[in-house]
């Protein structure tokens, strides 16, 4: 657990109940948003657990980050006993939030349509490949979603797509799921009725290459891919230096290029007619990056790193993902908190990249163990201890 968070009562969504029906990581980050925001979030899982739980390689850090501040009930919903169970506590929910295909929840009653009939205040957010429309019988994942969006062109080399290096699409996906619900809660505020939100991998990719589609409205020429892109700015790059080591370096504006070669000692480049302006200095890029790399070459990392900040021109170690545990900004700044792992082993986690009333949101609840707080929420909803203990010897729960 971490003191840094506020304490519950003054997070915005204190008091609200969410139930999610979630696996993987597009539906449990919506999930994730909304429990570190202050809400009550409850993960139905079945007596197997979520099969993120047990994945490898680069899912093996799904499960513990996008399912923090969580309760865990672990139910069989094929059996009638588990779907009572399941129906009354979704009647306790302000929001229930999913991400299975649509026939799965329509089998098993809990689509929108089956519980917005119990309850016309329900918010239920669905979390889908594809919004209602000509694909969305396809099955989607995030790679497919980049590949036929325009993401995995953008990102590769031309000729050669390749996907981002994060979850992209998966996670926000379940972002603009999480704002629609506060969305629709607003609403629910106004008019006393709930509806359903959809959020889906294929348009929220849209969204992240409508930059690149808006480009070619304006210009009438196709985006290049990043790595062969024509730079808006004269030095935009990664240089190779000392020690086998590399930084990007940025000087992006007139006055960052007469403060760069003062820093540095360029005066020749400086009194150069051909880098006046950054339009000249893209022009030139053909000379003028390989001669910066030349002279640059010479220097370490840390060194240009010490020059650059002195300066406050635009600098970056390329840095691993695991050496950000010891950022030392990160550490200072309350942006990682201390967690549990379901195996019982200790870390830190990246927090949401806000602050609400100078504040960090923290940690209230580790990701759960499979079925933590089945007990708990059972008597919550009525069930006494004798009726607890025939459901878990019956294999009802866990």
């Known amino acids: 657990m971490t003191t840094a968070t506020p304490p519950s009562e003054r997070l915005p969504l204190a008091g609200i109940r969410v139930v999610e029906f979630t696996h993987m990581v597009m539906g449990p980050t919506c999930g ?119 993401l995995a062109y953008m990102t590769g080399r031309p000729g050669d797509p390749l996907r981002a290096g994060s979850s992209v699409n998966d996670i926000m996906g379940g972002m603009f799921g999480a704002i ?114 030349e002279r640059l070459a010479r220097f370490t990392s840390a060194e240009l790193s010490k020059t650059f900040e002195a300066h406050g021109l635009p600098f970056a170690p390329i840095t691993d993902p695991q050496h950000l545990f010891d950022d030392p900004h990160l550490q200072q700044t309350g942006g990682l908190a201390p967690m549990t792992l379901p195996d019982g082993r200790k870390t830190q986690v990246p927090l949401l990249p806000i602050k609400l009333g100078g504040e960090r949101l923290g940690l209230r609840l580790d990701p759960p163990k499979l079925g933590e707080h089945t007990d708990a929420l059972l008597q919550g909803l009525g069930y006494s201890a004798g009726d607890v203990a025939a459901l878990h010897a019956e294999g009802v729960v866990l």
């Open 180 to 293: 629609g619900a506060m969305a629709a809660l607003m609403q629910r505020q106004q008019t006393g009725k709930g509806q359903e939100v959809q959020s889906a991998l294929f348009e929220n990719n849209i969204w992240l290459v409508a930059q690149h589609m808006m480009q070619f409205a304006v210009t009438g020429k196709a985006a290049a891919p990043m790595p062969d892109k024509i730079s808006p700015w004269g030095v935009y790059d990664v240089f190779s230096v000392q020690n086998g080591e590399q930084i990007f370096l940025a000087v992006v504006g007139d006055g960052q290029w007469k403060t760069f070669c003062d820093a540095f000692g360029y005066g020749d480049l400086f009194a150069d007619t051909r880098t006046t302006t950054n339009n000249d200095r893209v022009m030139a890029r053909s000379w003028l990056i390989p001669l910066l790399r």
């Open 32 to 150: 994730m948003v909304l429990g570190d925001l202050g809400a009550e979030v409850i993960k139905v899982e079945p007596l197997a657990g979520d099969s993120t739980r047990k994945l490898l390689g680069s899912g093996a850090g799904f499960y513990p980050l996008f399912n923090r501040n969580k309760k865990s009930i672990a139910v069989d919903m094929k059996s009638a006993k588990g779907r009572e169970v399941v129906l009354k506590l979704v009647a306790t929910a302000d929001i229930v939030s999913e991400n299975f295909k649509t026939e799965t929840m329509q089998k098993l009653g809990l689509d929108y349509a089956a519980l917005s009939k119990l309850d016309d205040r329900l918010i239920y957010v669905s979390h889908k490949g594809f919004l209602p429309g000509p694909y969305d019988h396809r099955t989607a994942l995030d790679e497919v979603v980049q590949m036929m969006g325009g």
